[in-house]
């Protein structure tokens, strides 16, 4: 299994190292890993093809999150972003901070409940909240908010999607991710229960939270001024 | 039966659509637009007929209309407000609530009908076949979940004809070549474990580590699933590699921790390096784009605190434990 040949294939892993470091195109990064590694491993060119060619008609399934675009696009078109404005005013979510805190606990609340579909980047945070937390922004600035700290808020609101998620889902049983460990841990004959392994993600949906809300507070300090 | 197919046919007509749309509108990088759409949407409608050789080469296509299209995309030179009309939000305070559940409404709908279904699949049945394929039950109900939301929506909001493909297709356009990353990096974890990779790595990484000191396999293990996951952009795919290399046969069999909490903790650390890299690109880049940031890495820059403090007090947690050993139940 150790011969020279095979070693080379971590050279594959080298390619995206330095493409990301160079800041090239990264789907370019990744074809072009995912060209060069089989080479490395001695397949031939028509081959490493065949094999990306094999692997991405495969994964297709994936790309069918997008199917949501047509109603997001509907949903905007008759407003959406400014009811969520306006949504903001009538809760009592003063602050970004507010807004995004409220997001985060209820994202890793329905998380956790299985429902990881409640969120997402495309689904939630463009639509509403990235604009709840700049509406409650130019509210606190008094509608001076400049286009950096707008800027910020929206990274913030992306951010508070993915780590809500992140240390949230993995308490519920079902998860991908509870599967996948379950059945790495079966394929070398260790057999856990589901809760075993969830009830460890507790401590990091708490440090998450507590963390979160830190970074929350500084942004409705650095915006108060 | 539902299959994946009609799916894969149908949203190779939208990639299609958008292709048409770009060429339409011309100017400058109409035509590699439209090239690269067109090429998506053919890889969708006739990719499973094709042979695997030239889907490579449909792949490889888009990658360089990609270049040419360079990552504007990304750094959109203007950025605009998230589009807005306004055309629903009329008749005050009053009407204003009615059309905030008139537009919630099929955003929530989303998510309902999708476990739903999930939850019903395997009693549809009809005459002893199933009517769904079960192995892709979560896709087909979740694209069927943005139907039912598109006909609520459609009930209370009367869009124009052909809104949802116009709109659709621009906020593809806008999105532009990150959307198909998510699927080519699942591409790249299949190439890679098929060349192994993953089993070179998870050798290279015993031998560097010193033998016998805690704290040392601790670290090594927690870090590695960080690096490996932000390197290839998914906890899952770093997971088998470093549990099978460090996680079972040092920390389980050398130090007696429970396999629970390893695989666990392993996976969680994982977690903070995904949150940590661009490669995770559905997370951390798709977002830049969808909310016309300027900083690529703003999303990753808001998320350096709570991928670091996790991945601390897990390391720790770990660490903590070894002095348990074998007591580390559950």
Sequence with gaps: MVDHGSWMTLLGLGVIIGGVILRMNILFVVVASSLITPLLAGKTPYEAVAMLGHYATSARYISVMWT????????????????????????????????LQGYFILRQISAALGLTSLGGQVQMVRPLIAPMAEEAGRHITNGTLTEEERERLRAAAAATDNVAGFFGEDIFLAVASILLMQAVLEANNVQVLPWQLSVWAIPSAAMALAVSWLCFRKIDRSLRR | MIGMEIIYAALGLFFFYTAYSALRRGAGQGAALAGFWGLYGLHFIAGSVFNDFSNGLIIIGMTFLALCMRSRSLMPTVVETLPLSGSVLAGGEDGAKKSMVRLLLPLLVVPLVAVLFVLAAPWMHWHGRSLIDPKRANQIGYVLATLAGLVVAWWRLRPPAGLPFASGSALVCRVGWPLVLPQILATLGGVYMAAGVNQQLGVLLTIILPPGNELAAVLGYTTGMMLVSALVGNAFAAFPILFGALGLPVLVQSFGLSPAPVAAIGMLCGFSGTLLTPMAVNFNIVPVSLLGLQDRFAVIRAQIPAAFFVFAGNTLLLYVLTFFEGHSSP
């Design chain 1, 68 to 99: 949501i675009l047509p109603l997001i696009g509907v949903l905007e078109w008759a407003g959406l972003a400014d009811a969520a404005r306006g949504l903001v005013s009538r809760l009592t979510l003063k602050t970004p901070g507010h807004v």
